[in-house]
């Protein structure tokens, strides 16, 4: 009694894994111990041609930045601020589940696929328009708002300088993108210690209807991709971002690149906390092959669809951030 007085036990303080997030045989992760993979493209912003980024983009659909010009300093601010909101004592966290201002947080149980709880707590918000998006974010910590701000101005303009390659690679106009990289979401997840991690997912195997995804680790590995038929491991390279294409950028290169199957698997001692940033096109925006990729030899090989249809239809995010899509700010202006 004593000893746990004052102690917030949480939902993964267990000496084994509850049954609410088991996983069926045929679900389980596999390959958790497999080296992490030596064959995903590294792309040095600093020197790598743009047809190593397209190469990338097109063998693999997934790739680290490297010398992409964000400082440490705030990288390492965001991931710390995300520490400290996770670790906020659940009183505290309980208030902020399905918050009415523009963020979400999900906790374990929030979440389940066919039954089952997924290993992890997630928060998620837009960040676009900026300036109008900040007050609407957590107020605790205290500094969240100024850190996570200065972090998705990085990030905007490493999105831009990678998808202004991929323009060029893909032979598009320069301002191809334009209104159809309007949309910002951050998510964050948070992926506490696992008593046995052969039998979680810290998240499913899915793809992303972004157009492109931004996603720093904070030096931890967990994050696998399917490649071949087989689940690699992606590594944790410090301070590289890990980019990969969505389905928004699969359908505008007209399959040239793909939107790779990926997941979260649990590690049994380490707490992971990773920063997604999906660049997202806004809802009413129509996406379709690009009309330089297609012709008679290559004639188009998807249908051209409302963002907000595609969501729709292929039911990509939860219920949760379908209605958090709907809300942000530059939504309700178009
Ligand atoms: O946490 C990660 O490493 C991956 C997150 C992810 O795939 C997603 O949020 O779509
Ligand atoms: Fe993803």
Known sequence: MEMNEGKDLRWFDVKNVPEGYIFSKENRPQNLDSPVSDSIPVIDLEKTPIEAIFKASQEF??????????????????????????????????????????????????????????????????CRPLEECIPQWPQEPTRYQEIIAAYIVEIQKL????????????????????????????????????????????????????????????????????????WINVGAIPNAFVVNIG??????????????????????????????????????CIIEPAKVLINELEPARYEASKYKDFIGRNKSFGDHTTALLNATPSDNQA
């Open 61 to 126: 659909g997934f790739f680290y930045v490297i010398n992409h010009g964000v400082p440490e300093k705030t990288t390492n601010d965001a991931i710390n601020v995300m520490k400290e909101f996770f670790n906020m004592p659940s009183k505290d966290r309980s208030g902020v589940v399905l918050n009415s201002k523009n963020w979400i947080y999900i906790n374990s149980t929030d979440f389940e696929k066919d039954g089952v709880y997924l290993w992890r707590e997630n928060l998620k918000h837009p």
């Open 159 to 230: 999105s831009l300088r990678i998808l202004e390659m991929i323009c060029k690679g893909l032979g598009l106009d320069p301002g191809f993108f334009n209104g159809k990289s309007e949309v910002q979401i951050l998510s964050t997840g948070f992926y506490p210690p696992c008593p046995d991690p052969t039998l979680t997912l810290g998240i499913l195997a899915h793809q992303d209807p972004s157009l492109i995804t931004l996603l720093y680790q904070g030096g931890l590995a967990g994050l696998q991709v399917l490649k071949d038929g087989e």
């Open 247 to 284: 389905n928004q950028l699969e359908i505008i290169s007209n399959g040239k690149f793909k939107s790779v199957l990926h997941r979260v698997v649990n590690s049994k001692h380490e707490t992971r906390r990773s920063i997604a940033t999906f660049v997202n096109p806004s809802l009413d």
